[in-house]
């Protein structure tokens, strides 16, 4: 039989790179509770409906990408490809329309959908997110991308650009929207059936495509901006005002739309300029407004982001900087048989003072065990032998230094600490 694997483009997140992504989720708790957010954490599986209306049949996401399946009740389900909805549908489920609003909210968890897999692009794969519901100041907006510039730099990602647009909302878009549809009318029959798809649905997304050969076409389709009504341009010259106020620097991308229908007003992506081709976007979000409405609920403004976590640690991968998983500080050597307990018992002992502390099991002989020893990276070896049991001694050896000292198992603590200790301050 050949071996199991795991389902394809599904991976397994390993012991070395765990302590990068730790560390990228401490610092997105970090910088959402400095601005007031709390977490939330929604179910993995959703009705399908939700993000079918949400998200909008037409979109890649919805008509290719979803894990659905019928339960064993008849429902059909769907494992979420993006949690903005999900958020919304807790929003008012749980009645925090009912609260002061805003109501910050963050959420970090798997997200899931069908795609090819690549370097970048995985079947389940991770997002930070954040959403401000219930306030259509745009001063939501730059705290919102404020704050994913803020967990990148903090999480040391660097080489990132905002880019930054504004699609208009209800008012607007229409115009818009047929403005575009002139524009690639006279191209569309040579532009394949995709492209038509979208020429009819959302031609919005025409502006997304890969195809180089229509290249040319999309370069000089009309901007979004030149089609904002008053109060949309109000907005947009606003969220450039105040990210101009607190220093994030952004280019604006008039190309930039979002595959998700509900977006309004502001969109912006955080691209990292040396991961290669459509993977080189690390996250990004928008302006919601329309999407409460979707769901069968009073219209509410809401604005947020959604973070590729796999895509920041792949970034961090490729400069370097990712995260060492901390080894342990002291290893403990039962170097015969009859020392086992006695290593337990010591073990335990140092966990208690708070020593990261592993004990070499397995009958080998004590250069064996040294060199696991060795391999842990582990500061501080004790060693149980023979003659230290018949003793009640043990022996304390500093790894960096190489020096070796007897003393009394009692001590045996104490001593290991201060090398431990040693070795933090390289003294
Ligand atoms: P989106 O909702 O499509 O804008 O996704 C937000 C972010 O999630 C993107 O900018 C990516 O960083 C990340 N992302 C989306 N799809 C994938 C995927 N298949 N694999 C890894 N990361 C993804």
Redesign the pocket.
Known sequence: MPPLKSVPGMRDLLPHALPTWRRLRGLAEDVAELRGYAPIETPILEPTELFSRAVGEGTD?VDKEMYTFTDAGGRSVTLRP?ATASVTRAYFDAGLHQQPQPVRLYYWGP?F?Y?RPQA????Q?F?FGVEAVGEADPGLDVEVIEMGRDWLDRGGVTGVSVELNSIGDATCRPAYREALREHFRPHIDAMGPVAQRRFELNPLRLLDSKDPAAEPVVSAAPSPVDFLCDACAEHYAAVKAGLDAVGVEYRENPRLV???DYYTRTAF??WAEDLQGA?N?????GRYDGLAEVLGHPPTPAVGF???V???VLALERAGATVPAPPPQVYVIPAVVAARTRALDLAGALRRVGLRTVVGFGERSLKSHMRSAQKSGAPCVVIIGAQELAQGTAAVRDMVKGEQTEVNIELAVVAAAVVVERARLGS
């Open positions: 996401v993006e997200t959908r795609d970048g692009r995985y079947r794969f997002q979002r595959g998700l992506e955080y993977q976007a690390l996250g990004g979000g959604a973070m590729g796999d895509r920041a």
